[in-house]
Nanobody, 125 residues
């Protein structure tokens, strides 16, 4: 079994930065594609960013391009989401996810089989 745990969320003002981390534990035998999603109250869970097993390929939602950076440190079984120039519309619960099958998972939520519990990010104006 694989467990994912997010950390780094919090309450910040618009324009501030946060760095989220997601650490995988348990039966992590392979380097896998991973991603970040977010869900605001009353809204669908939406794609934020994805990263390939080696980190050579990344993808972002249009709403976060130029502001967010996804990265990974495989020796620590951890991926990160550096969030800069945060806006109130970034407020959501942010979830880490893992795809055990594909070398690049993309933005489709159903491609990801493992999920963390989420970490709250709140951006005030």
């Amino acid at each position: 079994q694989v467990q994912l745990e997010e950390s780094g969320g919090g309450l910040v003002q618009a324009g501030a930065s946060l760095r989220l981390a997601c650490t995988a534990s348990g039966r992590t035998f392979n380097i896998l594609s991973m991603g970040w999603f977010r869900q605001a109250p009353g809204k669908e869970r939406e794609f934020v960013a994805t990263i390939s097993p080696t980190g050579s390929r990344v993808g972002y939602a249009e709403s976060v391009k130029g502001r967010f950076i996804i990265s990974r440190e495989n020796d620590k079984n951890t991926i990160f989401l550096q969030m800069n120039s945060l806006k109130p519309e970034d407020t959501a619960v942010y979830y880490c996810a893992m795809d055990p099958l594909r070398s690049y998972s993309g933005s489709e939520r159903t491609h990801y089989s493992y999920w963390g519990q989420g970490t709250q990010v709140t951006v005030s104006s």
